[in-house]
């Protein structure tokens, strides 16, 4: 009923940059906080942003200054700028969203998850 699609991994050096995208589609009344994830080898999966329905933002300390997440209502999509990249940064990353759709309880829904790798 609800698809989160991603792009926008890939490799990159350090101290480069990267947009990663996540399009909400399906049948949706209206779609609360989205948020982005990210899980590294051999490490549980952390939050790195979150931004509400309201424009506020949360970001984890090891991202803050150097990643931006922003969203288009509109297009029903999340963005996550991510600058000044560190091989630290390496992980697969999931987009998330609360979102109210019909003929459904579910709440939380997450996207397929892409690589991005920092070579050092």
């Known amino acids: 009923q609800v698809q989160l699609v991603q792009s926008g991994g890939g490799l990159v050096q350090a101290g480069d940059s990267l947009k990663l995208s996540c399009a909400a589609s399906?049948?949706?009344?209206?779609?609360?906080?989205m948020g982005w994830y990210r899980q590294a080898p051999g490490k549980q999966r952390e939050l790195v942003a979150v931004i509400s329905s309201s424009f506020n933002t949360n970001y984890a300390d090891s991202v803050k200054g150097r990643f931006t997440i922003s969203r288009d209502n509109a297009k029903n999509t999340v963005y996550l700028q991510m600058n000044s990249l560190k091989p630290e940064d390496t992980a697969v990353y999931y987009c998330n969203a609360e979102v109210v759709a019909p003929l459904t309880t579910q709440r939380k829904w997450w996207g397929q998850g892409t690589l991005v790798t920092v070579s050092s």
């Open positions: 399906g049948s949706i009344f209206s779609i609360y906080d």
